[in-house]
């Protein structure tokens, strides 16, 4: 069965500061992999998705960066943290992008991770 | 559309009733649709999805309806528990659009009173 991990689970960072997320997703080859933000209360901002290694599409201008550096690796970065960085990241899989197939598009999401930017 | 910047509305029940969650979607051209739970600090949980060529599919405790004349979606709870309370969030393929990217309802917040 698949599994998908991220880490840290929570963390607090200062203003200014540089910022590394990591997600993994076992039991799958070559998964469709994207990355959300969640705002307290709100509902699910797309950031990024990357259908290969080393490919990355951005949804939303924005302090952060994304890169897949292995096939079930996919990690969100930043330089310099803003205060509005702070929120709940999601990470989430697909299964490869195929014509047809039942459940294809549905996406399965990692635990997250909650980052707060002081 | 997606859901950023918007209070999510909210839902009250009581333990035993059923639930009913509403979603309206945009896209007449999306042909798959997926209900996802979400509890309190944790990842949206997959609850039960339904393509375009049906109109009622049911899961354990759960159905969902699919309206494509009105583009509407919805999801019953029979005989909501409090395990149920959580965020609810409908999303659809947004016409079959490459990569598997969906869009995301506004979500509902359900609380269950025991």
């Known amino acids: 069965s698949q599994t998908i991990h991220q880490w840290p689970a929570t963390l607090v960072q200062p203003v200014g500061s540089p910022l590394s997320l990591e997600c993994t997703v076992e039991?799958?080859?070559?998964?469709?992999l994207y990355w959300y933000r969640q705002a307290a209360g709100r509902g699910l901002q797309l950031l990024f998705y990357?259908?290969?290694?080393?490919?990355i599409s951005s949804e939303v201008p924005q302090n952060l960066s994304a890169s897949r550096p292995q096939d079930r690796q996919f990690i969100l970065s930043s330089k310099k943290l803003l205060l509005s960085d702070s929120g709940f990241y999601l990470c989430?899989?697909?299964?490869?992008?195929?014509?047809?197939?039942?459940?294809?598009?549905?996406?399965?999401f990692g635990p997250g991770t909650r980052l707060l930017v002081l | 559309g997606e859901s950023v910047g918007l209070h999510l509305p909210t839902l009250s029940v009581q333990e035993g009733d059923n639930s009913i969650i509403n979603c309206a979607y945009s896209?007449?051209?999306?042909?798959?649709f997926i209900w996802y739970k979400q509890e309190s600090g944790k990842g949206p949980q997959f609850i039960i999805d339904?393509?375009?060529?049906?109109d009622k599919r049911q899961g354990q405790r759960v159905t969902v309806l699919l309206n494509k004349t009105v583009k509407h979606l919805s999801l019953q709870i029979a005989a909501t528990q409090p395990g149920d309370s959580a965020v609810y969030f409908c999303?659809?393929?947004?016409?079959?659009?490459?990569?598997?990217?969906?869009?995301f309802g506004q979500g509902t917040i359900l609380t269950v009173h025991p």
């Open positions: 989430a899989w697909t299964l490869p992008s195929l014509a047809g197939g039942w459940g294809r598009e549905t996406q399965y």
């Open positions: 039991g799958t080859s070559n998964p469709n």
């Open positions: 990357s259908v290969g290694i080393g490919q």
């Open positions: 896209n007449s051209a999306s042909d798959y």
């Open positions: 339904i393509r375009s060529n049906m």
């Open positions: 999303a659809d393929n947004a016409g079959g659009t490459s990569y598997g990217k969906l869009t």
